[in-house]
């Protein structure tokens, strides 16, 4: 159940404004948010965290919440984009407002 007033800013450089709980890296993000009690998450791209060998970014955790939201699961109800990265800050974008008006696709976003 989502908690109002409660933030989640997902970063690893960028320390979370005051009041805000943080998450430093992708695998910490997921095990917060599944969780589903956050009213908010705000996204940075670029967290320095691994998988393997594949960079696990803040638009695997926009992925992430996709897949929840197909299968009717808790997401929060407002997601925001912090990133510098000019390269992926359009998609990341576009993902999340696709998130917030429910146009999702059968097979998620990718």
């Known amino acids: 159940m989502i908690v109002p007033g409660k933030f989640l800013w997902v970063d690893d450089m960028r320390p979370a404004p005051p009041g805000w709980d943080w998450a430093t890296n992708f695998h910490q993000a ?3 948010l599944e969780r589903g009690d956050y009213e908010v ?9 691994f998988y393997g060998t594949k960079e696990m970014t803040g638009m695997d955790i926009l992925n992430w919440l996709a897949n929840r939201q197909y299968n009717a699961i808790c997401i929060p109800s407002g997601i925001r984009v912090h990133t510098q990265n000019a390269a992926a800050i359009q998609k990341m974008k576009a993902t ?6 429910k146009e999702i696709e059968s097979r998620g976003f990718r």
């Open 41 to 49: 998450v705000s996204l940075d791209h670029d967290l320095g965290s």
């Open 96 to 101: 999340a407002h696709r998130l917030m008006t």
């Open 30 to 32: 997921i095990s917060m």
